[in-house]
């Protein structure tokens, strides 16, 4: 996990309250990003403003595809960074996200996708449209999970027995049902107090309920919820994502290879 925190991080700026100060490692959060390791590929859920202190933190040195779960600041605005992972690489890196993502981040970064000669090195990237279908990348299926996040249809994604949720405030039925039989289930959980783009820890615990996976990670946290104080509330399987935190799972590969990890 390169990243659990909400959209401004924590410590938020100018903030002096108890979190924001906490010498817990683990409430310091960076903006939301998972790293998928397996089969000898390395997989970057979202590209926050803190993709290079998170690259640094985790020792990335490959990059192979970025999956997308929509446009928000938060989400694309560190795509610059990704710059030295094609350095010595010929083929462009993919990114996947809806039509609606892509065409945003063509705006964003206009730059990157001209066309002409540049005299300066810009990201190399090609975009894939993701159409909500199960598709393969490097041996491991994505199935796509739409989820609202306020008004916005946007994406989680699950990958084998492992599925990634961020900043929703209802998962539709029929993507309930894409989560069923998990091992692994993180899920936004912003605070306790309710927001009308967010999940809350109450809810999420409910959507833990009705899925039952055999654990679950609470992500996208903001500065109300101390880590410690929190987890110590959370029934047995529930626990708080933290910046670092590495899960691995096995699972089937089309080209074969061990598993995977987050």
Known sequence: ???????????T???????????????????????LRYNGRAVLIDTTPDLRIQALRAGMTQLDAILYTHAHADHILGLDDVRP????????????????????????????????????SRP?????????AVFDLFGLAIQPVPVFHGHARIYGFRFGPVAYLT???EIPPESLERLRGLEVLFLDALRHAPHPTH??????????????PKLAYFT????????????????????????????EFCVNLNSGGPGGSL
């Open 1 to 11: 996990m390169l990243g659990s925190g909400t959209s401004v991080g924590v410590p």
């Open 124 to 132: 190399k990237i090609v975009a894939r449209i993701l159409d909500g």
């Open 85 to 120: 992972f094609n350095y010595g690489r010929c083929e462009p890196i993919p990114i996947y996200g809806s039509q609606e993502t892509i065409d945003i981040i063509r705006g964003t970064f206009r730059y990157i996708f001209e066309p002409r000669p540049s005299q300066s």
């Open 13 to 35: 700026i100018g903030c002096p309250c108890a979190v924001c100060r906490s010498a817990d490692a683990r409430d310091n959060r960076l903006r939301p990003s998972v790293l």
């Open 167 to 169: 900043d929703h405030s």
């Open 220 to 247: 996208h946290i903001c500065h109300d919820l101390p880590h410690a104080e929190t987890e110590r509330q959370l029934p047995p399987g529930v626990k708080l994502a933290y910046d670092g935190l590495e899960v």
């Open 199 to 212: 999940s809350t820890v109450e809810r999420s615990l409910a959507t833990v309920g009705q899925l039952q």
